[in-house]
């Protein structure tokens, strides 16, 4: 079985990562899947929506350590050089998840560790099982986060729990995520795939232009003044006004049906 599991169907696709027996952590096969597919899935104009789950009883436990223990083992490797090559992999998925136009709902459950955190932070929506725990545990093998989780997690966190997290690489729970703002909702575990599906479909159902424009607004106001974000916005309102999805959504209200869009 492939490491990555690709499933389109009514406009929303689903990444499963397929490791479990490895808690789904990363492989070179799982990297270039995921970021053939994000790419794929930008001008895929049947994907409306992305779920990114895991295989088995754990979402994603980030880097494959066990290979770490190869490495140093090899006196002939330049560690350094071969791990910030193998990180920097990790940036154009990150890069691409951010660039989407098109929502993506991380899935998750059991564990979320390492770049496992940082993956699920990229996704625009969380929906976690009550089992579900969250843990930067780079400092249990002496080193620092990345993946990205340096720069999500203060922003939907604060900078103090991001820094225990960091410093202390304890376990959150699903729960406890939810109230500090990275987890949207947290659902039954025998619920979890059912209630994906139906968050999915219901993203999948919506105005795809409106979504990727809103998005872009929200990840952009991190960054711009005021002035830029208001031009921002107008830009993209105009922009959705030119759609038929905005047709359909003013006609349906005028007439007091629920819209059917299109995704166009």
């Known amino acids: 079985m492939p490491d990555l599991l690709i499933d389109v169907a009514d406009g929303v696709a689903t990444l499963t990562m397929n490791r479990p027996e490895a808690r789904n952590a990363f492989s070179p096969e799982m990297r270039s899947g995921l970021d053939a597919a994000f790419h794929r899935f930008e001008n895929d104009e049947e994907v409306r929506c992305v779920v990114l789950r895991g295989a088995g009883e754990h979402f994603m436990a980030g880097g494959d350590v066990k290979s770490f223990a190869g490495i140093l083992a090899d006196e002939d490797v330049d560690i350094r050089d071969l791990l910030l090559h193998r990180i ?122 409106a979504h990727g424009q809103a998005k872009q607004l929200i990840y952009g106001s991190l960054e711009n003044q005021m002035e830029r974000q208001l031009q921002m916005e107008a830009e993209a309102f105009a922009d959705c006004a030119t759609t038929e999805d905005f047709r359909e959504g003013v006609t349906a209200f005028v007439e007091k049906r629920p819209a059917v869009f299109q995704g166009k």
């Open 88 to 209: 920097h992999t990790l940036h154009s998925i990150m890069f691409a998840m951010r660039r989407l136009p098109k929502p993506i709902v991380a899935s998750v459950r059991g564990a979320a560790a390492g770049a496992g955190v940082s993956l699920a932070a990229c996704c625009d929506l969380i929906i976690a099982s009550e089992d579900a725990f969250f843990t930067l545990a780079y400092t249990r093998i002496g080193t620092s986060p990345d993946g990205g989780s340096t720069y999500a997690l203060p922003r939907a966190l604060g900078v103090k729990k991001t820094m225990e997290m960091a410093l202390l690489g304890d376990r959150l729970d699903a729960e406890a995520m939810a109230r500090f703002g990275l987890v949207n909702f947290v659902v039954p575990t025998d619920d979890l795939d059912a209630e994906t599906a139906k968050l999915a479909q219901r993203l999948a159902s919506g105005p795809t232009r």
